[in-house]
């Protein structure tokens, strides 16, 4: 029998097992029916209709890390409960990401999220969603005690959250006080704070968690291979988030209007050009004059200016250089794991949307 992993399947598994468990443990609290009916209506809102690339990747992976040779995976597959289990860990991913989202569009004071209005918008939400974020942040540690306190990596998975969640975090806040988008000060941004950033806000939850869970559900989370997981995965989400910023501004067809120069995001590019135009030249000017103001006019000079830097060139340059350096790392990996990262590196490397 062959692998399969479709969205429909994992998403079945949230449906019919991991919200019914969430709320069971809501109702055994006697909380009235109007919170039962609104905690619900949150969790389902906030997780469902995502790309669940994040979740998907843990039964992707340990499909993968429970073989034994490179050689036995065409032919491996999950049984059953294996691949219950690891989609509950890929769907505890997506509530931490839920959380961090209904606390993001808030902070940010987003209008939309997957084609919907965000949380907080929503009739009758407004500033509860805060409490809301908390809930769904919570609800991961019950849904670990639920199904994996029996475990014998139980305290790993929940060091694991924590510490992600920490790490998160901290990417979150030198983004809020780098870059807050009514006050503009690119004196503020540089390319050691924005990897920072990336690799704390982005690429810690994105890229290493799943894989990280997947070792501890494969039982090969040993200090080599999870050492092996971060050296990779953490420049590969800091990669991925260059590529983001880049398509934010020239890319093509990419299903959304970009907004990081209206924004005042601390992104790539901006460092980017900071980095090559001198302080006091005309260039700077443009950009100073210009970055982070709600007028497409002042956004139209500021991509002026990097055309004039020829910035698309130098990403395609960073872009290469990039994806030969992750291949080089993966290449001193374990057979498996470099299985794991190149599926990682071959969804991500030169991709246009």
Not at 59 to 72: F, G, V
Not at 81 to 90: A, M, N, Q, R, T
Not at 104 to 110: C, G, Q, V, Y
Request: net charge negative.
């Amino acid at each position: 029998m062959s692998y399969t992993n479709s969205r429909e399947k994992f998403e079945q598994v949230f449906r019919e097992t991991v919200v019914p468990a969430i709320m069971e443990d809501v109702k055994k609290t006697g909380i009235d029916q109007k919170a039962y009916d609104w905690l619900e209506q949150a969790v389902l809102h906030n997780t469902i209709g995502g790309k669940y690339n994040r979740g998907m990747t843990v039964p992707d992976s340990l499909r993968i890390l429970k073989c034994n040779t490179a050689e036995e995976i065409k032919d491996a597959d999950l049984t059953e409960d294996e691949y219950k289990l690891s989609s509950i860990l890929g769907w505890c991913t997506e509530l931490l990401q839920a959380m961090f989202l209904v606390a993001d569009d808030i902070m940010d004071a987003s209008i939309t999220r997957r084609g919907h209005p965000c949380w907080y918008r929503m009739e009758g939400v407004g500033m509860v969603a805060i409490n809301d974020s908390f809930i769904l942040g919570a609800v991961i540690f019950n849904v670990l005690k639920r199904f994996f306190r029996q475990e014998s990596y139980y305290v790993d998975l929940l060091e694991l959250f924590h510490e992600t969640s920490f790490q998160t975090e901290l990417g979150q806040l030198l983004d809020l006080i780098t870059a807050p988008e009514d006050k503009v000060h690119l004196d503020n941004f540089n390319l050691n704070k924005y990897s920072f950033i990336v690799r704390y806000k982005t690429a810690y939850y994105s890229f290493y968690l799943p894989v990280a869970l997947a070792m501890y559900q494969a039982g090969v989370a040993t200090e080599q291979n999870l050492k092996e997981a971060m050296t990779v995965l953490i420049p590969l989400g800091e990669y991925f988030q260059v590529q983001d910023d880049f398509l934010d501004c020239f890319g093509v067809d990419i299903g959304k209007i970009g907004t990081d120069i209206q924004d005042n995001k601390c992104g790539w590019l901006i460092n980017k050009a900071l980095e090559i135009v001198g302080k006091d030249s005309e260039h700077r000017k443009i950009l100073d004059e210009n970055y982070g103001k709600k007028d497409a006019e002042c956004e139209k000079k500021v991509k002026a200016v990097y055309n004039e830097l020829k910035l698309e060139q130098i990403y395609h340059d960073y872009e290469k250089a990039k994806v030969e350096e992750l291949e080089a790392l993966i290449k001193q990996c374990s057979p498996l794991n470099q299985e794991v990262f190149n599926k990682f590196l071959s969804k991500i490397a030169y991709r246009k949307k």
